[in-house]
């Protein structure tokens, strides 16, 4: 476990979340002594559901559950990680702030806006995801823009939001988002497992 004076920061579009989703927050939790997750609009993403109700959809995940050194941060979100990360370092100053992004994220993070000023703001940590091998090249291309990465030892469900949203599969989304998701009428999922 990490000092206390650490904070892993996970965004997602939740979109919906999945059991993959709750399978990392539950795993993060296993490895720092804080994690703050939020729902996010991704500026190259069309999303099924506005950022309120996904925002609505992952507190139920975290509701769920209940541990609390999770929380819900929804005044983190935004589209651009600097930003997000400028407003965690306001809000928890003197810490260690931990960026926690898929492996599929890796190779993009070079091109982000100010990537550069992301990456000296946190630790990036990385978590494998199933089709997307972290590769050297990704860390080199990370470190030479001054990147402090590790990889996550965490092995998450091969679950996606997009597959989630075209080919609805109710044993992919996370249970507690269930109540809503039927309210809402949100991805055509209409029954619940």
Same mark, same amino acid.
């Given at each position: 476990?990490?000092?206390?004076?650490?904070?892993?920061?996970?965004?997602?579009?939740?979109?919906?979340?999945?059991? &993959?989703?709750?399978?990392?927050?539950? &795993?993060?939790?296993?490895?720092?002594?804080?994690?703050?997750?939020?729902?996010?609009?991704?500026?190259?993403?069309?999303?099924?559901?506005?950022?309120?109700?996904?925002?609505?959809?992952?507190?139920?995940?975290?509701?769920?559950?209940?541990?609390?050194? +999770?929380?819900?941060?929804?005044?983190?979100?935004?589209?651009?990680?600097?930003?997000?990360?400028?407003?965690?370092?306001?809000?928890?100053?003197?810490?260690?702030?931990?960026?926690?992004?898929?492996?599929?994220?890796?190779?993009?993070?070079?091109?982000?806006?100010?990537?550069?000023?992301?990456?000296?703001?946190?630790?990036?940590?990385?978590?494998?995801?199933? &089709?997307?091998?972290?590769?050297?090249?990704? +860390?080199?291309?990370?470190?030479?823009?001054?990147?402090?990465?590790?990889?996550?030892?965490?092995?998450? *469900?091969?679950?996606?939001?997009?597959? /989630?949203?075209?080919?609805?599969? *109710?044993?992919?989304? /996370?249970?507690?988002?269930? *109540?809503?998701?039927?309210?809402?009428?949100?991805? &055509?999922?209409?029954?619940? *497992?």
């Amino acid at each position: 476990m990490r000092s206390i004076s650490t904070v892993a920061l996970l965004g997602t579009s939740a979109d919906p979340p999945t059991r &993959g989703h709750q399978a990392l927050l539950e &795993g993060l939790l296993d490895l720092y002594p804080r994690v703050a997750t939020w729902a996010s609009d991704n500026p190259v993403k069309d999303h099924g559901a506005p950022l309120a109700r996904r925002a609505a959809l992952l507190a139920a995940v975290v509701a769920a559950i209940a541990d609390p050194r +999770l929380e819900l941060v929804q005044e983190l979100s935004s589209p651009w990680a600097i930003t997000t990360l400028q407003r965690a370092a306001r809000r928890w100053p003197a810490t260690e702030l931990v960026f926690v992004v898929g492996s599929d994220l890796a190779g993009q993070i070079p091109r982000w806006k100010q990537a550069t000023a992301v990456l000296q703001l946190c630790r990036l940590a990385v978590v494998p995801r199933a &089709g997307w091998p972290l590769g050297e090249p990704q +860390l080199e291309a990370l470190r030479n823009l001054g990147g402090v990465v590790e990889e996550l030892p965490l092995r998450i *469900p091969p679950t996606t939001s997009s597959q /989630a949203r075209r080919q609805p599969a *109710p044993d992919q989304v /996370a249970a507690a988002a269930w *109540p809503l998701l039927l309210q809402h009428n949100l991805y &055509g999922l209409t029954a619940r *497992p």
